[in-house]
């Protein structure tokens, strides 16, 4: 979900040819592509960090839109710009909106995600594949309280098949951002939301790949013509972590804490662009604390 708010704002500032072929009863199309990057401060010298290349082509008639994305996360090695894994990791989501009027609406997305490993000895053989299916059913909403505030957000279900010890991934996640919103004025809104990420296993005798995040997320949108400037911050309420179960079945704690700002501008002809970099305190109570880098860029088409 980190591209999400990227994603959203991309689309939603590439809104003039959208909202003509809404009127219209036609179809609507968004395509686009994002690049991202995550590092650690030192990773330089042990070769780990993640980025994240994704193209993406939305299409949308009435009530019903479908998104296709192809994309690829995986460990980069600096010193020759290689990566952990390949483009292989498809997604499909399709969308219903069951309500939408001026006072409220309600959504439901169903989709499935693959997520595809090529493993790597430490001499560069080839240890192995993997390839784990993830099946999403997330409804969304919006419940506007006055002209000035609204409450909305999304709740997703995850259930994981496929290759679970290889991947290290629970069976079932939920993920969850809620909150309100306040117009401020013309320019300025205050979006305050609730989020939770939790990783679980609904086979009791399994711990394997269970975690749990909870944070506020504050956004502060300034809408400036065709700019739209918003400074956001992530403050970490509660986090712990038990990735390495096999060795150590008790689990670990953290404390993260975000700043970040993201920049879109509307070209106003169906096209748009998005920058975003953040800066993030990472507190471990195994081992030492992390100063984390998240960087992205991303472009999208409207018609």
């Known amino acids: 979900m980190k591209k999400l708010m990227q994603c959203t704002v991309l689309i939603a500032c590439a809104g003039a040819a959208c909202v003509q072929a809404a009127e219209n009863n036609g179809w609507n199309y968004n395509i686009g592509a994002m690049y991202e990057i995550e590092n650690v401060e030192g990773q330089g010298e042990d070769k780990d960090g993640l ?58 997305t169903g989709g499935m995600r693959n997520y595809g ?90 711990n394997n790949g269970e975690f749990s995040t909870q944070e506020m997320r504050i956004y502060l949108p300034i809408a400036l013509g065709n700019t739209t400037l918003t400074p956001y911050t992530r403050l970490g309420l509660d986090r712990w972590t038990n990735w390495d179960w096999s060795e150590d079945i008790d689990t670990e704690n953290h404390d993260y804490n975000r700043l970040g700002l993201l920049y879109a501008y509307d070209f ?24 984390f880098h998240y960087a992205g860029i991303g472009v999208n088409y409207a018609f």
Do not use: C
């Open 51 to 108: 980025y994240e290349p994704s193209v993406y082509f939305n299409a949308s008639y009435g009530d019903w839109s479908i998104a296709l994305t192809m994309y690829q996360e995986g460990s980069a090695d600096y010193s020759d710009l290689s990566r952990g894994t390949y483009f292989n990791r498809p997604e499909i989501d399709i969308r219903y909106q069951i309500i939408d009027n001026d006072d409220w609406s309600l959504g439901f």
């Open 117 to 206: 490993y090529h493993f790597k000895n430490d001499d560069g053989s080839s240890n192995g594949t993997a390839n784990t299916q993830r099946y999403k059913f997330q409804p969304d909403w919006n419940v506007k309280i006055n002209p000035d505030w609204s409450f909305s957000g999304w709740l997703a279900y995850y259930r994981f098949d496929n290759d679970l010890d290889q991947t290290g991934y629970s069976d079932s996640r939920v993920e969850t951002e809620t909150g309100f919103s306040w117009r401020i004025n013309e320019t300025v809104t205050l979006r305050t939301n609730y989020y939770l990420e939790r990783g679980f296993n609904t086979d009791s005798d399994k």
């Open 268 to 291: 106003r002809n169906g096209l748009s662009m998005t920058l975003e970099y953040a800066f993030e305190w990472e507190n471990h109570d195994e081992g030492d604390n992390d100063k």
